[in-house]
């Protein structure tokens, strides 16, 4: 990060923007890039963000870019883009996806690549650095020069913990939890306890605050004070419940379950998974959740139950 070569922002999604405001908040020179009919633009533009564009002659003056555009758009990037690129530059990813699959360190070999991924989504990304509160994330660096650069970067950002690790393990990782508890136990459990509640006569604001409104709390302290403290602190109700749930809910089929969804992982079968219009995918899943009521209770509720 030199006066003469500011860092590269690519994209402006959700965990761009917070790198972004925690970058310029921090004094440190950069600018965005976009393509030049990106409907991101007029947004970043009118944040005060300094944009230039991508397919273009002008990134050959820079030499550190922070990769966040979507991991499915990183090979089309550097198909686009890498006759304009100078053979030292130093691409930083938040996320190991595209490099475990795509191997593109190695196919790109006159780059330098590495891995900054915080452990956390955009939001709480811009709020522990507003708050001078904590962010872990996982790194790997090729050279021990780009390590410096990169936990330099991560300072800047408010990463305050940082784990070294690979593209392919942090890859594994965060699939893994994605999928094994982040993304599908937790949102469609809530969903499933929620409904069944209902269906047996208990009403939409009992079952609302019940199955979805305490997973804050819950989730909360389970991570604040740790496992032993959790178990400690909760209610001989919740205490006796919590073993039975778990015998009757985390049997052996759901150990096997959890072993296939890593065994998948592992094999990189899920990296033919994806293979897909996720766009497509997200408007039926939204569309099927607009169809639950536990949406519409959460809408109805929302004002005036979660700050």
Not at 3 to 15: A, N, T
Not at 169 to 179: P, V
Request: hydrophobic share 40%.
């Amino acid at each position: 990060m030199t006066k003469q070569s500011p860092v590269v922002l690519i994209g402006f999604g959700s965990q761009a923007k917070a790198w972004a405001l925690n970058l310029r908040d921090s004094k440190v020179s950069f600018k965005i890039a976009l393509k030049p009919n990106s409907a991101s633009r007029a947004k970043a533009t009118s944040m005060g963000f300094d944009c230039i564009e991508l397919e273009n002659q002008i990134l050959e003056n820079f030499s550190t870019f922070l990769m966040l555009i979507p991991d499915d758009k990183h090979v089309s990037f550097f198909e686009k883009n890498h006759q304009f690129l100078k053979a030292d530059s130093h691409f930083i990813y938040a996320h190991g996806f595209s490099l475990s699959k795509e191997r593109l360190h190695e196919k790109y070999s006159q780059f330098s690549h590495s891995l900054l991924a915080p452990k956390a989504i955009a939001s709480d990304v811009r709020f522990q650095y507003e708050t001078k509160g904590k962010i872990g994330a996982a790194f790997y660096a090729q050279t021990a020069e780009n390590e410096i650069a990169l936990k330099n970067i991560a300072s800047k950002l408010g990463f305050t913990a940082l784990y070294k690790s690979h593209f392919d393990e942090e890859c594994i990782a965060d699939l893994f939890s994605e999928q094994s508890i982040l993304c599908s136990l937790i949102p469609y459990g809530s969903l499933k306890s929620y409904n069944l509640l209902r269906k047996n006569g208990v009403s939409a604001e009992v079952a609302f605050m019940e199955c979805f409104l305490e997973l804050k709390s819950i989730t909360h302290a389970f991570v604040t004070l740790g496992p032993q403290a959790f178990f400690n602190l909760i209610s001989p109700n919740a205490l006796i419940g919590s073993q039975k749930g778990r015998e009757l809910l985390m049997g052996k089929s759901f150990d096997q379950a959890m072993e296939q969804i890593l065994v998948d992982i592992k094999n990189k079968q899920f990296y033919k998974e994806v293979e897909i219009d996720a766009d497509l995918l997200r408007q039926k899943v939204l569309m099927e959740w607009d169809q639950e009521e536990l949406s519409q209770t959460f809408i109805k509720l929302k004002p005036e139950l979660i700050v």
